[in-house]
C-alpha cells in the first residue's frame, strides 16, 4: 500500500523552529518528485517547497526562501521540511506530495502530484 506520512508539526513561538518529516511506504522517494503545500484556514492549499527526483534541484515559494529546506534521506526513504525563523503566516496545515513525473515548468501546481498525505498541523504563535 502506497502511504505517505507526515510528522513534526507542533506550536512553536514566532522566530522557533520545527522540521516536519514525511517517511513514504510502497514507494521509493528516489523515482518521484516531491515537494510540501500547506492550506490555511479558508484559503486553497498553497506550494511551498520542491526536489526533484536526483535529489539535486530544489525550488520553494518567494516567502520561505532562505527560511525553509526541503531534504531527503534516502536511508530512511523520508523527505523533511525545516522551517527555521517561524512567522504567524506561517500558520497551515503542511501536505507531503509526491509524483513519479512531474513538469519542470508546473512544479509548484498540486495538480501535478498524485500521492498526498494526510497532513500535519504548524502553528506559529506571536
Known amino acids: 500500500q502506497v502511504q505517505l506520512v507526515e510528522s513534526g508539526g507542533g506550536l512553536v513561538q514566532a522566530g522557533g523552529a520545527l522540521r516536519l518529516s514525511c517517511a513514504a511506504s510502497g514507494i521509493n522517494f528516489c523515482g518521484y518528485t516531491s515537494a510540501w503545500f500547506r492550506q490555511a484556514p479558508g484559503q486553497r492549499r498553497d506550494f511551498v517547497a520542491a526536489?526533484?527526483?536526483?535529489?539535486?534541484?530544489?525550488y520553494y515559494k518567494d516567502s520561505v526562501k532562505g527560511r525553509f529546506t526541503i531534504s531527503r534521506d534516502n536511508a530512511k526513504n523520508t523527505v523533511y521540511l525545516q522551517m527555521n525563523s517561524l512567522q504567524p503566516e506561517d500558520t497551515a496545515v503542511y501536505y507531503c506530495a509526491a509524483n513519479p513525473w512531474v513538469i519542470l515548468s508546473a512544479i509548484e501546481q498540486e495538480d501535478q502530484y498524485r500521492l498526498w498525505g494526510q497532513g500535519t498541523q504548524v502553528t506559529v504563535s506571536s
Open positions: 526536489m526533484r527526483r536526483s535529489g539535486q534541484t530544489d
